[in-house]
């Protein structure tokens, strides 16, 4: 690999190739096939007697036309050229990128699961259905809730569900209301929710250390709010200190706390959401209890609720039952499913056996270990990217390169670039809108201190760069398979056809 500037190498970084690869239809051979099958002593048998005519296709699809062996390398090399959790410290900040345990995959691999049908009579599942009762029980110990449902696909799904249950709950007590007040830090999915759920946002400011502004909270306040929705520690990494006095001021006026519990890792066996007053929390299972995700999938977003909701959760669900077996019930008021059966079971299981090996002993030293990590490399880059706000973080730390910009015209964009080549993946940039040339680091409790130092030495390298020559860093990575691309014009001028490259 061409190294074209002066700066070291971090020390763990791996080396990604750089040679291109054809896209699979330029592998392509006309009647070339991934498979074969014996033509001898095999009566023929024509397509149509299996399925009817009407399913079948009337035009050729022109789909790539490899060999097994070209398909596997193909992916293989492709795989290859990206960066994954597997291969190296990925800080995408909020989103909780920590290395999976392998053990959560032979669990969910076991046939003894994946092999049993959602559809199958309760008798004949009972541990499936005592795994998703229990993983429900854990799960309102760790948030100190009521009950939950396992159904939702993913953490804005899990809102949505949260949004519905506090609409039913309101027009119960026939009172619809209008307003969800939601902190101008949150996650963009938290509006969008909102919105979907037939709610208006109200949005709330940040004061100057970066936590809800009370007194615009309680000037905000009035019967027509449903809730808040705010997640604890808030979506610039700082723990919400003020949570009880919000919990009381809402609660006074009939509104509801919603916990958006992306944010769960940070305070796992430490504090718990129903203790500080909330009413229904969402999980991302796949962040905090540990299963591969990213670019959409899969997800498991559970929604705990407090003894007033309980009787609108989704159904139905795993129930246990006085007799000790197990079988399938829907709440009295339901709002109904929001998944086609249960939930991603997959997700689940991974999540009941990561929290069953951890123990709740296990589980605090997650949370410590992710707020020491975060801290310690907030620490570290004070005097090269300094932290939005100057005080001790939760499990992410939100830094500044807005030195860097006035100095150099170097943007937090560019650092994150520059960090690809280094052998780390990029943080998250601009989020939370409300700081300036935002990079959020999320180390998570699994990378150690060689890894964080490591990470560190990479950043001050790219800040020397930046100084001594902008230009590097600011057309970075020149070394990744693939290069700076224009990301706008990605999502505004999309082809998703195999001959995109001839149509640009
Ligand atoms: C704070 C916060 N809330 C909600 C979500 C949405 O979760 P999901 O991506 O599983 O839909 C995320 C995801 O990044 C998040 O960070």
Known sequence: ?????????????????????????????????????????????PLASFIPAEHLATEVVPLAEVSERDLVGHFTRLSHRQFSVDLGAYPLGSCTMKYNPKFCDAVAADPRLNSVHPAAPAPLIQGWLELLVTLEETLCEITGMSAATLQ????????????????????????????????????????????????????????????????????????????IMLTNPNTVGLFEEEITEIAAAVHEVGGLLYYDGANLNAILGVVRPGDMGFDIVHMNLHKTFATPHGGGGPGAGPVAVSSRLVEFLPGPKATRGDDGTFSWSTPAHSIGRVHGWHGNAMVLARALAYIEVHGGDGLTRVAQHAVLNANWLRKRLEATLP????????????????????????????????????????????????????????????????????????LETIAQRAADTPELVQGAPWSTPVTRVDEARAARTLIPTEDAATRL
């Open 1 to 45: 690999m061409t190294k074209i500037y002066s700066g070291g190498r971090a020390k763990s970084a791996p080396l990604l190739g750089r040679d291109t690869e054809p896209t699979i239809f330029e592998i392509s051979s006309p009647g070339r096939s991934s498979y074969q099958l014996r033509t001898t002593g095999v009566p023929e048998t």
């Open 387 to 458: 932290a939005a706000y100057d005080r001790p973080c939760m499990h992410e730390c939100v830094l500044t390169s807005s030195e860097l910009k006035a100095a150099y015209g170097v943007r937090a964009l560019d650092v994150a670039k520059s960090l690809l080549e280094e052998g780390f993946h990029a943080p998250t940039v601009y989020f939370p809108l409300i700081v300036d040339e935002a990079l959020m680091f999320e180390p998570t409790e699994t990378e150690s201190l060689q890894t964080l130092e490591a990470l560190a030495e990479a």
């Open 152 to 227: 939702p696909a993913a953490g804005a799904a899990g809102e949505l569900t949260g949004l519905l249950l506090m609409r039913a709950y309101h027009e119960a007590n026939g009172d619809a209301r209008r307003r969800v007040l939601i902190p101008d830090s949150a996650h963009g999915t938290n509006p969008a929710s909102v919105t979907l759920g037939g709610y208006e946002v109200t949005t709330i400011p940040s004061d100057e250390r970066g936590l809800v502004d009370l007194a615009a909270l309680k000037a905000a306040l009035g019967p027509d709010v449903a809730g």
